[in-house]
């Protein structure tokens, strides 16, 4: 392919015998890559990002201090970024909160009871297989499978096929503002429900049957064993995956880039693609550095609590 | 579905001998044979819908849902033949190849020596600088498209891979050196401290300890960051702006866009897309899945 994976330099030049100067030669070699790519790909423009979005940012570059104009703008003059007139409210930003809200707690609880209920019967890796499978597959491929699915022909549409044998007129999916983003949420669920389903059954998996043996022996029931020993032993794992969803919620855009478009309208729109459509076709560049400061500021508190959980840990 | 269905009565695990004892077992459990039964249908039938789409003939795709196939089974590949040919997906497929294993492989080998001096070398600040790159990995690409694109497009990196190379390998290091960093830190001390007495070099304890013992880390990121790219839209559609050099990905949107009804040729095109991905998984499942744990249940 003719591509240049860097190598390190001759490890004859380190002078490995040496403890002083090698040690700073072997950080030259070992570390300096790293930290060059990181400081000039991503601490560089994440800085140059939040300057902007203080600019007008004509062309992408520092043209005119508007201060905090941007942020003003999308967050009270901006209907498509957020909307508090109406109830309930509407935007991106709020579509992002269905997001959290919807996503992240279907995911968990589908996850939560397929991995129970698999690891009780003989074709238990089949079953975790065949959900964990759309986890392989791109965004867009899924976006294409689910068009599919929603078309609004009941000859070409699985889901309005199935309505029709029950007398059902076919239903717009995607193209009904009021549908848009549960029919979307529900194709995030689809996809990510197999990746609970993994990291919960390894932590179920985790909790020794001698406990779960001595609560049947005590006459727990089998809800009773899945509320006051399942559930709070898998509490820590749930946190970490209800964070992990999150932040897949905030980066989103393949899906709802490639489905909808943000359309109709404005409906399906989610930050990480107002922030696209904002800079690019848009060419608002300082409006769309304000979006992704936004983007990051939500992160930001989840930042702070891996960075202290993994102190702890390697405290531990 | 309620709990209570979910979970049925007390089931002592013992196990059954006679027949009988055997039938109500498995009539015990009917309601999660049940419950899973669907969720394995839900979960099947859309991918094997468009499967058996992408080998329909456009005139059937219009007139018959696919699962009446089964009824006629007319099939064609000719749906293949021409999304490969004159939709351009051939050329797609092979620059996602271009941009994906590039992407893979840089970051693997810097994040892997990252990772190897934030575990075995020492020097000040270590752990604080660690800690950074712990929080790097939130950062989301979209901070960094505007400066990234007025980086490289005065030097031609736009056209071409190389902008997408630099931006993959930017965005995959901090989770592959926390990944990394992690697994490295569980070898044996004595191990890295006998080769250094016998007197190796860093680069040679790297290459020659750290390295083959956690082949299953260094394969589960390899895997993670190939299929993340292969799978990605959004850093194509910024930093890839000639139409000729678009990955499967970007093809693909550009078809919807262009032929939105055009089942045949979206069907076919999804899963060309889609058979990288899945060859990978099922040849290296254990790999993938060992990843996820190691990455998100520390």
Known sequence: MGVAVPQPADPTAEGGDKPGGSVRASLLVFLGPAVLLLLVF??????????????????????????????????????????????????????????????????????????????????????????????????????????????????????????????????????????????????????????????????????????????????????????????????????????????????????????????????????????????????????????????????????????????????? | MTQAEAIPGPAVQHSPTTLAERI?????????????GLIGVVWLAPTVGLLVTSFRPRSDIQAT???????????????????????????????????????????????????????????????SLFLLVVALMMVPVQVAFIPLLKLFAPVGLTQGFGGVWLAHTAFALPFGIFLLRNFFITLPRDLIEAARIDGASTFGVFRTIVVPLSVPAIAAYGIFQFLWVWNDLLMALVFVQTGTDWPLTRQIANLLSQYGTEWHLLAAGAFILMIVPLAVFFSLQRFFVQGLLAGSVK
């Open chain 2, 65 to 127: 849902g696919w699962w009446e196939t089964f009824a006629t089974l007319r099939f064609t590949s000719e749906n293949y033949e021409q999304v490969l040919g004159s939709q351009g997906l051939v050329g797609a497929f092979v620059n996602t190849v271009i941009i994906s294993v590039p992407s893979t492989l840089i970051p693997l080998t810097v994040a892997s020596m990252a990772a190897f001096a934030f575990s075995w070398i020492k020097f000040p600040l270590r752990d």
């Open chain 1, 42 to 316: 991503l601490v560089y423009p994440t800085l140059y990002t939040i300057a902007l979005a203080f600019d007008r940012g004509r062309r992408g570059e520092f043209t005119e201090f508007v201060g905090l104009r941007n942020f003003e703008q999308l967050l009270t003059q901006d209907p498509n970024f957020i909307n508090f007139s109406t109830f309930p409210p509407s935007g991106a930003l709020w579509n992002n909160v269905l997001w959290i809200v919807f996503y992240t707690s279907i995911v968990i609880f589908l996850g939560l009871i397929i991995a129970v209920m698999a690891t009780r019967v003989r074709y238990e890796s089949i079953i975790k297989t065949v959900v964990f499978l759309p986890m392989a597959i791109a965004a867009t491929a899924l976006a294409v499978i689910w068009i599919f699915v929603y078309a609004p022909s009941s000859k070409i549409g699985l889901l309005n096929a199935i309505l029709g044998q029950f007398g059902v007129a076919p239903v717009s999916w995607l193209g009904d503002p009021g549908l848009v983003n549960a029919s979307l949420i529900a194709v995030g669920v689809w996809g990510s429900v197999g990746f609970a389903t993994v990291i919960l059954s390894a932590a179920i998996k985790s909790i020794s049957s001698e406990i779960i043996e001595a609560a049947r022996v005590d006459g727990a029931s089998e809800i009773h064993i899945f509320r006051r020993i399942i559930v709070p032993m898998v509490s820590l794992p749930i946190s970490v995956l209800a964070i992990t969803l999150i932040v897949n919620v905030i980066k989103l855009f393949d899906l709802i880039f490639v489905m909808t478009r943000g359309g109709p309208g404005t409906a399906s729109r989610v930050i990480g693609f107002t922030m696209y459509q904002e800079s690019f076709p848009g060419g608002q560049f300082g409006k769309g550095a304000a979006v992704a400061v936004i983007m990051l500021i939500i992160l930001i508190p989840i930042m702070i609590f891996n960075v202290r959980r993994f102190r702890t840990e390697s405290v531990t």
């Open chain 2, 24 to 36: 109500v077992r498995f009539a015990n459990r009917t309601p999660i044979h049940i419950v899973l």
